[in-house]
């Protein structure tokens, strides 16, 4: 008897073991087949860009294909959803960023909860606005700007790329901190509503670094503060507007995520790859051109990102009652 029980003790705590090794195999193996990144957005933009710059380094490292899907619409929704529904084997992927923290309260009928049903992977990076103005505005500096809006109440505009997009949402934060009056103007991307501010139809945008770089440059705009610490490469000589407005501080960033439910095997071998990449210095420095800053970190540390973001950003649009059309 007490033979048969040793056996089948030694037979119990090896069952025990395999789903373990199952796991640890899964995520050695991963991935055996090429992966989607799946973008939420048109080509050519900032979210498509950090993608194509990652992808290859990506498949480099592990030895598979990771292949750009753009599927645009509903603000990020379509091609969010099209992840949530998919298989959670770690085969396709969330290309994150800032909107899906400010659509979580923006929308109210979404079909997923992201916070619920997306899981963090890793962070990519960083990149700030810029508060412009064109050159014949009469403000320099953002006091100045302060002192004029509330000189001038009702009569200043301030453009965006579209209702809930970060360059609207920084410009309702900074309403919110400063009690300054601005009419929101939508437009349907930051092209057409940087030429209407090059014109004087709006006197000012919070626009990401990215787009607004090539104009800043070119005398078209007057950068007069980086919406992020520290001062940015580009444009060291401009200020940081928390410098002025205590506490003011929005970032576009982005990361990667998977359907809820992979395995975390498989997010780790991701993070881990991302991280490596993020510490390349051909990598490092293509981000940099791009005008952002790295964010390296565990998956623990992106999802809080994403936590936080979601419940500031959620304030904000409570408090300046802003709805989708």
């Excluded at 380094?57 to 990020?76: D, K, V, Y």
């Excluded at 990149?127 to 505005?137: C, G, K, L, Q, S």
Aim: proline fraction near 9%; aromatic fraction near 8%; glycine fraction near 8%.
């Amino acid at each position: 008897m007490k033979l048969l029980r040793r056996k089948f003790l030694h037979l119990a705590a090896g069952a025990a073991v395999l789903p373990a090794v199952s796991r640890l195999a899964h995520g050695q193996t991963y991935p055996s087949r090429p992966v989607r990144i799946v973008v939420p957005f048109a080509p050519a933009g900032p979210n498509d860009i950090i993608a194509r710059v990652l992808a290859p380094w990506l498949s480099e490292r592990l030895g598979q294909p990771f292949i750009i899907e753009n599927r645009p619409g509903g603000a990020t929704n379509v091609g969010t959803e099209a992840v949530v529904n998919a298989a959670p084997d770690g085969y396709t992927v969330l290309l994150v960023s800032s909107p899906h923290a400010i659509n979580a309260t923006l929308y109210d009928k979404l079909h997923f909860n992201f916070m619920r049903d997306i899981a963090p992977v890793a962070g990519i990076m960083r990149i700030p606005n810029v508060m412009v103005v064109a050159p014949t505005f009469p403000a320099r500096s953002v006091p100045d700007f302060i002192s004029y809006a509330k000189s001038n109440p009702g009569k200043l505009n301030f453009a965006s790329s579209g209702i809930g997009a970060s360059n609207h949402m920084s410009g309702e934060l900074f309403k919110i901190m400063t009690g300054i009056e601005m009419a929101h103007v939508p437009y349907r991307s930051s092209g057409p509503a940087l030429t209407d501010l090059f014109a004087g139809h709006v006197q000012v945008m919070f626009d990401a670094i990215t787009s607004t770089i090539e104009h800043i440059k070119a005398d078209r705009l007057c950068p007069l503060a980086v919406t992020s610490a520290p001062r940015s490469a580009l444009i060291a000589e401009t200020p940081v507007m928390s410098d002025f407005v205590p506490g003011y501080e929005v970032s576009n960033w982005f990361g990667l995520g998977m359907p809820s439910h992979t395995p975390a095997e498989v997010i780790d071998r991701l993070n881990i790859a991302v991280n490596e990449g993020l510490t390349d210095p051909k990598l490092k420095g293509r981000f940099a051109d791009l005008g952002g800053t790295t964010l390296p970190g565990s998956p623990a540390d992106f999802g809080k990102l994403i936590a936080d973001e979601t419940e500031k950003w959620g304030k904000v649009i409570r408090m300046a009652h802003i709805k989708q059309e």
